[in-house]
């Protein structure tokens, strides 16, 4: 297995614009999680999936961040419009409910100028 | 909503030496997971202890449900153990995985 796949790996943006952010999980694994990593808060959980459905949402920070799960097998984190304070690593994780580890993607560096 | 710390916060070694982390959380959970953030940023999942004591290689790790608390043991440290060390704890009856701020470790050759 490849793993969870994010893309883009970097993304430089100009503030106001929309970013997408992309995430492909493991095969077979029911749950999604998006995590924002910054110097000062950490590694701090934006929204999860269950079975496609997001579960709960309220690490999302305000309504600019919007996430959907159209598929099993890929999920996007949306920001519009983006704030230079939205800049940090989003990471995108993956796991079988109860039954083991998460595995992390490679993340996606946001700079948002 | 629940607490987990992590000690110590920095850690420097020298190549060879052994070392112990500890995370502590201030409630009930369904398990809990250690990994490591490489130098690159990427997270990896060490270990995945509800409880008990599991060993890979040169790292261990033991949690202790019942007092709150687990511990990564590494033995014989290598200069590629350099980053940071996170423990992550799934709230009771939910799927949500809460970090630690982490122990940054350095090994020195």
């Known amino acids: 297995d490849a793993g969870v796949i994010q893309s883009p790996r970097h993304e430089v943006t100009e503030m106001g614009q929309e970013v997408t952010l992309r995430c492909k999980p493991i095969?077979?694994?029911?749950?999604l999680f998006w995590y924002r990593q910054t110097m000062m808060r950490g590694l701090e959980l934006l929204i999860y999936f269950n079975n496609n459905v997001p579960i709960d949402d309220s690490g999302m920070p305000e309504d600019r961040f919007s996430a959907k799960m159209p598929n099993a097998s890929f999920s996007t984190l949306k920001i519009q419009p983006s704030e230079p304070r939205d800049s940090a690593v989003y990471f995108c994780a993956s796991t079988m409910t109860g039954i083991g580890g998460y595995t992390f993607g490679s993340g996606t560096r946001l700079t948002v100028v | 909503g629940i607490q987990v710390e992590q000690s110590p916060p920095d850690l420097i070694l020298q190549e060879g030496a052994n070392s112990t982390l500890r995370c502590n959380f201030s409630?009930?959970?369904?398990?809990l997971q250690w990994f490591h953030q490489n130098p690159w940023g990427q997270l990896i999942n060490l270990f995945y202890i509800p409880s008990g004591t599991k060993q890979n290689g040169r790292l261990s790790a033991t949690t202790v449900a019942t007092e709150r608390y687990s511990l990564l043991y590494i033995s014989s440290s290598q200069t590629t153990d350099s980053g940071v060390y996170f423990c992550a704890v799934e709230y009771y009856n939910t799927d949500k995985l809460i970090f630690g701020t982490g122990t940054r470790l350095q090994v020195f050759p």
């Open positions: 095969s077979g694994h029911n749950s």
């Open positions: 409630d009930s959970v369904n398990n």
